[in-house]
């Protein structure tokens, strides 16, 4: 399994739950962004500068995902792609995004999407807390093991 991140909007708390798993587990995890980004030096991280544009770092890495990779991304539309791929995506949250909801969760982006075009404060997310940071640490363990369990 690889580990890609949608890394321009990543809180840098995630990351670091990331870089602990990628070299604790010899999981390749590759962070693209439109930035320059730092990693910590190991062989199992790298970042990717890709051009800036809409949707440059998604694109790239709808092109390079494959069944059974993990993707990091609060992005429903890139979350759906990679559904569609089969390859996992979870938010940073800790939300998994899977062919069960993605359906009702583009629904749903879209619509607010609407509301905001219009005009409606719709307000934002709430803050990123500890309980998010946990739920990701949960959640991403869970995908790993589930991974790594031999068939």
Known sequence: MQIWVDADA???????????????????????????????????IRAVQVAQGFDVADSHIVEQVAAGDLVITADIPLAALVVEKRAFALNPRGELYSAENIRQLLDM?????????????????????????QNFANQLDRLIARQRKPV
Not at 18 to 35: D, E, G, I, K
Not at 111 to 118: I, K, P
């Open 10 to 44: 990543c809180p840098g708390v995630i990351k670091e739950i990331l870089y602990r798993a990628a070299v604790r587990h010899a999981l390749p995890l590759t962070l693209v962004a439109n930035q320059w980004l730092r990693v910590p030096p190991s062989p199992h």
């Open 109 to 133: 982006r879209n619509f607010m999407d609407s509301l905001r075009s219009s005009g409606v404060d719709t307000g934002g997310p709430p803050a990123f807390g500890p309980g998010d940071r």
